[in-house]
């Protein structure tokens, strides 16, 4: 509301104090924020006094422009406190000077939230020193796409939150040593394609977040020296775990997860093809790696790892999932012969979410054991078949078998991917043939037109 009075056409906002204007301020974005500096000369510099910064060079006419926009930012109040820099670069051209001068300025004015975001950039270069890893105020630290110093010191009490996507250490040693010194960290990211990292060691006992990526990069052949490839986690405190890795031969847990604790798998233990009987290492390393995990309570499993555990069935038993109540399987159609031996080694299992990955031929066969696994008779009530489903035969297949022995199921939910509305019809008739053993289950059929169906 503008305030007309007769000394001038001030508004009332601007009549507020410095300290509040800067608090409202705080809610916009950086380039929003600057934008107010056109509304008056009470506004020009506000900005300034805000105790964040977020930006991209892109949004800049030249780098030279963004160097001395962020110079400025820093120099107009040395001592206030900085709680977030936030930093994108896209430019091949840049100078890592400036960047070095802005981080090293952050940590002594008390950052808590530093991001370093040059994932779009084509080279990376020595970005930080070891300032950045002495700080007693930072609580989040996010780097993306840069290459480190050498540094002999870690001082971050208070860092919980740390995110590494592609970060180039000297050392081989240099990632476990700074997770080892984070006394507080709870939440890890670390996603690297390893290019000359044969062991990737996560220790800390107060990390309960954890997510790993090993990209691997090249898909039409594996990795040279995937045999000496090894992931180790000692983390006792761990309650998620992601993690995506087709380059180790060997994925140790030091500890067993917790019964609370959840779990997204996609790795293969760089098995090719078939998981030879005289491989006892191999099958030593995934029944110890699967008992270590027998504990979660919610687990999403990629088509690669079920198609390892298929061959590992051949072999040996399964250990005993007894508290997973909820499970996420991506799943070949070539691999769904393993689905009954999942099923018997999760007594306690309520939800399902079964995802057919690859395209399922009209010709492929399956057949279910007579043994109806103890979930089904006892304690499963949601069934969601997650891609669209075509009406082929094997798509009904696993479908009836869901409906015509489960016995206290509830809801089996599925999404149709055909093109035609005859073909619809066509499926909506053969589910209303099948026998349902539960006598509340609810069909809720999503067609193309994502209107929803109950029969």
Known sequence: MIDRRSGGGEDRISLLPDALLSQILVSLSTKDAVKTSLLSTRWRSLWLSIPGLEL????FPNYKSFVSFVDRFFLFSTESTIEKLKLASNKEKCNPLAVKSWVDAAVNRKIQHLEIDFSKRCLGFDLLSTDIFVSHTLVCLRLRYVALNDFNRVSLPRLKTMLLEEVRFLSHTALESLIASC?????LSVITSRDDVKVLRVCSQTVNRLVITSRDDVNFFRVRDAADREVVIDAPRLEFLSLEDYQSSSITMKYSLCSSAQVDL??????????????????????????????????????????????????ESLPQFCYMTQLHAKISSADLEVLQDLLESCPGLKSLVLELSGSVKKKEEISFSSLVPWCLRSCLERVEMRRPIYGV????????????????LK???????????QQESMIFMELLRFRRCSTQCEVDVVGLEETLMKL
Do not use: W
């Open 56 to 59: 991209d060079d892109d949004d």
């Open 266 to 315: 996609a790795v293969d233990f760089n098995v090719r093809d078939v998981l030879s009987s005289d491989d006892s290492a191999k099958r030593s390393s995934i029944a110890h790696f699967l008992a270590n995990i027998s504990n979660v309570r919610d687990m999403t499993i990629c088509s690669k790892t079920l198609k390892v555990i298929r061959h590992y069935c051949k072999l």
């Open 183 to 187: 006394p507080v960290l709870e939440d």
């Open 393 to 408: 035969q094997l798509e009904m297949k696993v479908i009836k078998y869901f409906l015509e022995n489960s016995t206290v």
């Open 411 to 421: 809801k089996l939910t599925l999404r149709l991917g055909c093109p035609r509305m």
